[in-house]
């Protein structure tokens, strides 16, 4: 099988107005003069998927969306569809983050509708999965996670299509990370259960996000099985996201 290529993407969540394409501008002239080993991604709001995607094409970085709905079109006020997001540049989206989970009540099976229709559309589906502080500390956080697992990746998930992202919810803008034991023996478990259900399981990547920053990147991206991140508020300027991409090495 060949190696699995890193990847780090950039999550903006609701931030972002037309003047801060100059930040993506500013990473993909980076990534043009030291080309990074890893896979790059921005996965701006909504209002910029077209702008970045136009701005940033024949550069070495992608753009995604944050979030779609399962159906390709209908009476959804407000909702984007991944044919929407792949039609306005997009290569990936992200589903099941913590915050759509939590703020819009979103469980697995609707998770696992939202990626599979990604791969309808023809796009990579970033599927988030992670405890809360509660969980963890009840002794449940590989409970929670496996069964997160098994409800969120649909059957025709393949390494070439998902990607999954270890966050977990205690984690994310808080400024704590997990040791990295404790990340390794996640990224673990989620290995095993995808090479238990998937014929590919050795080539899906698995990302690390909860507060990653150019300090913490290199320890966190030298874990076993950690194939890269995804960052949340450090990725909002280039110079403090240029870093986290270093940190995966440079070819």
Known sequence: MAARRPLIVGNWKMNGL??????????????????????LGLCPPATLVAAMAAALKGTAVGVGGQDCH????????GDIAAEMLKDAGATYVITGHSERRA????????????AAAAHRAGLVAIVCVGETLAERDAGETLKIVTAQIRG???????????VVAYEPVWAIGT???????QVAEVHAEIRRDLLA??????????LYGGSVKPDNAAELMAVPDVD???VGGASLKAADFWPIVQAKGLQ
Do not use: M, Y
């Open 103 to 114: 703020d819009h009540g979103e469980g697995s099976e609707t998770v696992r509708a939202k």
């Open 152 to 162: 969120s990746l649909p059957d025709g998930a393949t390494a070439a299509n998902t």
């Open 197 to 206: 259900r998937f014929d590919d399981g050795a080539g899906f990547r698995i």
């Open 18 to 39: 037309a003047a801060s394409l100059a930040e993506a501008t500013a990473l993909a002239d980076r990534a043009r003069a030291q080309a990074p080993a890893a896979e």
């Open 70 to 77: 399962a159906k390709a079109a209908g009476a959804h006020t």
């Open 228 to 230: 890269g991140a995804l």
């Open 175 to 181: 400024g704590r990370t997990p040791t990295t034991a």
